[in-house]
Antibody, heavy 119, light 107 residues
């Protein structure tokens, strides 16, 4: 059974930083592209970032490029995202998601980590 | 950026009836379109990929159709667990984008 478990969410001040982690199990992690998708309170889904299985290729939404950094440690089966220069509009539940091989769709999701940006 | 527009925003349906949800893209996607279901407090669940292929474990009452810029998700004989918010997602162009969602509520 595939399991994705996010951690690291919390309250952070505007301009601050936070690192989220996503521990994966039940899949061959090093072969899996992974992604972060977020959802602001009461709003829809917004794709944030994606990283290839090797970590060599990364992609970002325009709204976070230059502020967020996606990375992975295949020896630990863990995905990360470093959130920097945070703004109030970054407040959201951040979901870790496995990218289906052959498409760029999200077939497994974590339960999400809430990030609140407020002073 | 490709803009995904879903309609209607809210659909009121009685249990046992069918529901038809629409998703329109600002550019042609071929068939690179997925549908997700999200119930309150839960993560989204992949329903459809490739515009019409059901994901693993998805009941046959969910069907997708369309190509290019116009897509449809049909849910036949709605069950209680189908009342949820549905999102479409394109994966032809970067950045990946989602529609704003359609809420299917009990009539």
């Amino acid at each position: 059974e595939v399991q994705l478990v996010e951690s690291g969410g919390g309250l952070v001040q505007p301009g601050g930083s936070l690192r989220l982690s996503c521990a994966a199990s039940g899949l061959t992690f090093r072969n899996s592209a992974m992604s972060w998708v977020r959802q602001a309170p009461g709003k829809g889904l917004e794709w944030v970032s994606l990283i290839s299985g090797s970590g060599d290729s990364t992609y970002y939404a325009d709204s976070v490029r230059g502020r967020f950094t996606i990375s992975r440690d295949n020896s630990k089966n863990t995905l990360y995202v470093l959130l920097s220069s945070l703004r109030a509009e970054d407040t959201a539940i951040y979901y870790c998601a496995h990218v289906d091989t052959g498409t760029i769709t999200f077939d497994y999701w974590g339960q999400g980590a809430l990030v609140t940006v407020s002073s | 950026e490709i803009v995904m527009t879903q309609s209607p925003a809210t659909l009121s349906v009685s249990p046992g009836e069918s529901a038809t949800l629409s998703c329109r893209a600002s550019q042609s996607l071929g068939t690179n379109l997925a549908w997700y279901q999200q119930t309150p407090g839960q993560a989204p669940r992949l329903l459809i990929f490739g515009a019409s292929s059901r994901a693993t474990g998805i009941p046959a009452r969910f069907s997708g159709s369309g190509s290019g810029a116009e897509f449809t998700l049909t849910i036949s004989s709605l069950q209680s667990e189908d009342f949820a918010v549905y999102y479409c997602q394109q994966y032809t162009h970067w950045p990946l984008t989602f529609g704003g969602g359609t809420k299917v509520e009990i009539k």
